[in-house]
């Protein structure tokens, strides 16, 4: 009886109030004292293993010292939400406005419910909540939502191994990324994925492109206008978008550390388009007997283009052998027939074509798109030259390229999309003779959208995602399109409410001690003491020590590290687009090269460039 008295609990149940829900309880049969769900050694045990994690986990790049205490930025809390294997999902959202916009006194602030949940179901909700009057907002309506980038489930984005869906990546994985700061792709660990059940959905489209966003998802535009001297690229909403200037599409990306030459390469381009890959048997009789030795790969090039045939011959060179036929009369699919040239077949031993496949780590054709990713920028574009000599074709000055297979098609998006080319929206280009249809890509003049000839409607509200980069970018392909875009950057409080014991990121501090210093006194001197003085710092306990200790390691790496290579790239852009030799800047930052600067010194010289946007 003892026992089951023990284990009975007060009953809640929700009730609705003026539509929304409120807790109320129900009147319990006995209310016991509510008990710790271990003894007090497993509470206080993994407590300090959470302390124990913080320490190794943690770098100082992931803290952040606020008021002389070093408070945890998000890049923190997403470690340790991976760590945990915590999720998180959108409650609600809301934008509340104070007065009337225009007049003195308007602002408007976005209040955002989250919800994190660990893995043994057990779940924590906050709220976060900003103020466009907290700060000087660089991009006011979007800065202070600063929540939901979201793009359709159906988008995918760019890893190592190729496109991917959102529950096909985990966090950590290396994924595209654009920088802004010097118009090119890196590859970076994807730090979070944000899922929502519904957002409301607006569509970009022009004759070649169309993509569907939320309305203040970001996208990379370079500015144009008679007040822009030069490039300037910044990340805007789609709902913020200016008049004048482009979307940046596509940038190049660094190549990789495969051992593959230009000229593997190039015949593996060759062999995934206008060649083929199959098996065979060798039949032999001896005496009374036939033996079948097998399979072998059998590896060969078809060619009748005059002007590739001598660049084929020479690729294949002493490790194949040629044979020329002439081929009767096709009808294409189109409905046409017409004569052929003669036609030039190029068999690759069988021993070159066991170490080609070798050194590119592959068993098949098929396994190609995997290995795209790891080529050299060489190898790269000698495979995008050969797909493109076998299977593309010019028209007005744009190459086009059409393909039956998949993976073949797969291999082209990749090397079209690390090499920078833009590509139109894959359509179909016929349905094709019992071969599935033929899709056609179009590589674009140029790898921008024209801004103003964009048009922009709403659509019906969809379920969403969103992956997190450092850059603030990612690269995406939705519905045919492959582009550059914006990612998001989601609150942290749940998470923190969930295993770090209340703690808040230090992103969400400085909002609002910059809140609380917008509506403080104003002091001729210094503010008058508090009632109560604060406890000395010998007397503090010891966490507050500990996080004064970090914080002070935070300014000493800060102002004696190298500079990051962010801040180079910053610099050097700079320097590029003003026309300024770099020894000039180095002179008077009294160095002798960029890369002596500390990382204190690189902040002040960006901070005094950026006041100078057009001389250095």
């Given at each position: 009886m003892e026992e089951q008295q023990r284990d009975e609990r007060a009953i809640v149940v929700a009730e609705?109030?003026?539509?929304?829900?409120?807790?109320?309880?129900?009147?319990?049969?006995?209310?016991?004292?509510?008990?710790?769900?271990?003894?007090?050694?497993?509470?206080?045990?993994?407590?300090?293993?959470?302390?124990?994690?913080?320490r190794s986990l943690l770098t100082l790049d992931d803290y952040q010292e606020i008021q002389g205490r070093a408070r945890i930025k998000k890049?923190?809390?997403?470690?340790?939400?991976?760590?945990?294997?915590?999720?998180?999902?959108?409650?609600?959202?809301?934008?509340?406005?104070?007065?009337?916009?225009?007049?003195?006194?308007?602002?408007?602030?976005?209040?955002?419910?989250?919800?994190?949940?660990?893995?043994?179901?057990?779940?924590?909700?906050?709220?976060?909540?900003?103020?466009?009057?907290?700060?000087?907002?660089?991009?006011?309506?979007?800065?202070v939502r600063a929540v939901a980038h979201c793009v359709p489930l159906e988008a995918e984005i760019l890893t190592r191994n190729g496109f991917r869906r959102y529950d096909q990546v985990?966090?950590?994985?290396?994924?595209?990324?654009?920088?802004?700061?010097?118009?090119?792709?890196?590859?970076?660990?994807?730090?979070?994925?944000?899922?929502?059940p519904s957002l409301p959905m607006v569509r970009l489209q022009n004759r070649s492109f169309d993509?569907?966003?939320?309305?203040?998802?970001?996208?990379?535009?370079?500015?144009?206008?008679?007040?822009?001297?030069?490039?300037?690229?910044?990340?805007?909403?789609?709902?913020?978008?200016?008049?004048?200037?482009?979307?940046?599409?596509?940038?190049?990306?660094?190549?990789?550390?495969?051992?593959?030459?230009p000229r593997d390469a190039a015949l593996l381009g060759w062999l995934c388009t206008d060649g083929s890959e199959t098996a065979h048997w060798v039949t032999r009789r001896l005496g009374e007997r036939v033996y079948h030795n097998g399979p072998y790969r059998k590896l060969q090039i078809d060619q009748s283009k005059p002007e590739y045939v001598a660049a084929i011959r020479e690729l294949v060179g002493a490790e194949g052998r040629e044979y020329?036929?002439?081929?009767?009369?096709?009808?294409?699919?189109?409905?046409?027939?017409?004569?052929?040239?003669?036609?030039?077949?190029?068999?690759?031993?069988?021993?070159?074509?066991?170490?080609?496949?070798?050194?590119?780590?592959i068993s098949s054709l098929a396994d190609l798109p995997r290995i795209v990713t790891h080529l050299t920028v060489e190898a790269r574009r000698a495979m995008l030259l050969a797909m493109l000599q076998a299977e593309g074709h010019r028209n007005g000055g744009r190459w086009y390229f059409s393909q039956t297979k998949p993976e073949v098609m797969a291999v082209f998006e990749l090397l079209a999309t690390l090499e920078g080319y833009a590509l139109g929206r894959k359509h179909v280009a016929h349905a094709g003779v019992g071969n599935g249809a033929c899709y056609r890509y179009m590589i674009r003049r140029h790898r921008y959208v024209y801004l103003p000839s964009l048009r922009s409607e709403f659509v019906s509200s969809a379920p969403a995602w969103c992956p997190t980069t450092h850059y603030g970018t990612w690269v995406m392909r939705l519905d045919g399109q492959i582009t550059i875009t914006g990612n998001t950057r989601s609150k942290n409080r749940a998470v923190a409410d969930l295993v770090g014991g209340g703690e808040v990121s230090a992103e969400e501090i400085e909002g609002e001690l910059a809140e609380a210093a917008l509506h403080a006194p104003q002091y001729s001197s210094a503010p008058p003491a508090a009632a109560s003085g604060r406890p000395a710092q010998a007397s503090r306990p010891a966490a507050w020590r500990d996080a004064n200790g970090v914080a002070a390691a935070v300014r000493q790496a800060a102002a004696g590290e190298p500079a990051t290579d962010q801040q180079l790239r910053a610099i050097r852009n700079h320097l590029r687009r003003t026309g300024t030799e770099e020894t000039t800047i180095c002179q008077r930052a009294g160095v002798s090269a960029l890369e002596e600067l500390t990382r204190s010194a690189a902040s002040d010289l960006v901070k005094m460039l950026s006041r100078q946007p057009n001389a250095a």
């Open positions: 609705r109030e003026n539509g929304r829900e409120i807790m109320s309880p129900e009147a319990p049969h006995e209310v016991s004292i509510i008990r710790p769900v271990a003894s007090p050694e497993e509470v206080l045990a993994a407590w300090q293993q959470f302390q124990e994690l913080k890049s923190g809390w997403r470690k340790i939400a991976a760590a945990f294997g915590i999720s998180d999902q959108l409650l609600r959202e809301e934008r509340r406005e104070y007065g009337t916009p225009g007049q003195p006194g308007y602002y408007f602030v976005w209040e955002i419910s989250s919800r994190a949940i660990a893995p043994n179901g057990r779940y924590a909700d906050a709220v976060g909540s900003c103020a466009s009057n907290e700060r000087r907002f660089a991009h006011t309506d979007h800065d985990s966090v950590g994985e290396d994924v595209l990324a654009y920088s802004v700061d010097d118009d090119c792709c890196y590859w970076t660990p994807l730090e979070a994925i944000t899922v929502y993509v569907r966003c939320t309305p203040d998802h970001s996208w990379a535009v370079e500015l144009e206008g008679e007040r822009v001297r030069a490039p300037q690229r910044v990340l805007r909403p789609a709902n913020a978008l200016p008049s004048r200037g482009n979307i940046v599409l596509a940038a190049p990306a660094p190549g990789g550390d495969s051992p593959l030459t020329a036929s002439q081929s009767p009369p096709r009808t294409f699919p189109q409905g046409h027939t017409s004569e052929l040239r003669p036609s030039h077949r190029f068999i690759l031993q069988q021993r070159a074509g066991n170490a080609l496949f070798e050194r590119a780590g």
